[in-house]
């Protein structure tokens, strides 16, 4: 297992992105994912990715975060090989999912959510390949 990213909520993602290059960090690709309503925010980290994501949306889960707990980290993404067979053990092992199918997600991969309430306060996201 690998970690893909860690994701972090952020009220302005330029001004994040800015913080981040300033600790030696590269910005890769900012992209919109309409689904998510967000724009990230990709900057390579060895093999794994900080993923910097700002809300485009009121009603985006990534307002409401940051509404609620303030800015900071969000959510935690594991690379998983087959998506559908990673969702179906966790659901058989008792855990509560908040997607039972995939999404696209950022760079149109198959992504899914755990939901944290089964995962130790963690929010997990799968994403495939
Ligand atoms: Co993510």
Known sequence: MKIDHIGIAVKNLEDAIKTFEALGFKLEEIEEVEGQK???AMLPVGESRIELL??????SAIAKFV???????????INVEDIELALKRAKDAGVKLIDEKPKIGAGGKKV?????KSTHGV???FVEG
């Open 38 to 40: 967000v724009r990230v």
């Open 112 to 116: 899914a959510f755990l939901h944290p």
């Open 123 to 125: 929010l997990i996201e």
């Open 54 to 59: 700002e809300a485009t949306s009121e009603d």
């Open 67 to 77: 509404a609620s707990r303030g800015e900071g980290v969000q959510h935690i993404a």
